[in-house]
């Protein structure tokens, strides 16, 4: 087995469960809604989410409830009705390689199936009985909303440092990994202190996730990651990699770039080519790795005062994962 696939074997029985009430949520009379339910279940991704909800829990050395399900389940719905409206929002035509519902659809479908999936999230989050639960849920749509607004602003103002493109990726990703350990270890009477330590290495693991999300986009298309070379760049969105190459190149050659950045729509194509090329030339990616291997030691620092056990393990070996994934 993989790394990865021996980190999901240790959670078996709570990802079974975990996936039969997902499904059972899901259910509905609808053949339209069924359709668009039926092709997005089989295109899924790894289900990170849960499977940090359930490695919180072995980290506590506690025995998952039923509510820790629940809470697993709400936060897949929570994310995945967030992706379909982020689709609809960034007009993108795929997701993890296949076409998106909106483009396999229409908006309309796609917005009121993410509306689905939230309406759902919010009924697992009340079955949890636990109005703590569904308090850090709202908080993470807070913070993504955000996020994602405070993306947009930069975009449009062309506002480009890196204090800001950390404060975005803290609402949009690192919310959601910190909230998916919160809500595991909330579920199985987590103390206060214990919260708030296992909700920083939350945090820490989706500012990896996303830091190497963002590298992909500076390589050639990878069906399994499904978007193609500068899609980020050519829609304004400057991330870690070119963000280091604009403040290390000097005020000429910085200029220059910051005026192909420096348009009202979409970067023209040999405009995004000199700007993935500038920022692999300047030492972007290279440095965007120095961070993430950083931010991961920061990560394992926190995680090394909890006891040592197999959850405390799985969760080190999925921090190295996550610098190292290639997809």
């Not at 604009?246 to 995004?272: C, F, G, H, I, W």
């Amino acid at each position: 087995m993989s790394k990865f696939e021996d980190i999901q074997a240790l959670v078996a029985p709570e990802r079974a469960e975990f996936e039969r009430q997902f499904k059972q949520k899901l259910s509905t009379r609808v053949p339209l809604a069924d359709n668009v339910i039926r092709y997005f279940l089989d295109r899924r991704g790894k289900q990170l989410r849960p499977l940090l909800t359930f490695l919180a829990v072995r980290l506590l050395d506690r025995d998952w409830t039923d509510a820790t399900i629940k809470g697993a389940v709400a936060l897949e719905l929570l994310h995945n009705a967030s992706l379909i409206h982020d689709d609809v929002v960034d007009q993108s035509e795929e997701r993890r390689g296949m076409a998106s519902i909106n483009h396999v659809w229409d908006n309309r479908v796609a917005v009121l199936m993410g509306d689905f999936f939230l309406s759902k999230c919010l009924t697992a989050s009340t079955e949890t009985g636990s109005l703590a639960v569904s308090n850090i849920l709202s908080e993470m749509v807070t913070r993504l909303c955000e996020g994602e607004l405070e993306q947009m602003s930069n975009v449009r103002s062309h506002t480009m440092t890196e204090h800001g493109y950390f404060s975005v990726i803290s609402g949009k990703t690192a919310s959601l990994f910190a909230a998916c350990l919160k809500v595991g270890a909330l579920t199985v009477n987590a103390t206060p202190d214990e919260m708030e330590r296992i909700s920083v290495v939350g945090e820490k693991m989706g500012l990896i996730f996303q830091i190497r999300d963002d590298i992909f986009d500076y390589f050639p298309t990878n069906a399994q990651v499904g978007k193609p070379t500068g899609h980020d760049i050519a829609e304004g969105k400057v991330t870690l990699p070119l963000l280091y190459a604009l403040r290390t190149a000097s005020a000429e050659e910085s200029r220059k770039m910051y005026a192909l950045l420096d348009v009202p729509s979409q970067l023209m194509p040999e405009n995004v080519t000199a700007l993935v090329d500038f920022a692999k030339s300047l030492g972007g990616i290279e440095y965007a790795q120095a961070r993430m291997k950083q931010i991961g030691h920061e990560a394992r620092q926190v995680l090394n005062t909890f006891p040592d056990n197999k959850g405390r393990a799985a969760i080190a070996a999925l921090i190295d994962f996550f610098i190292e994934r290639d997809k």
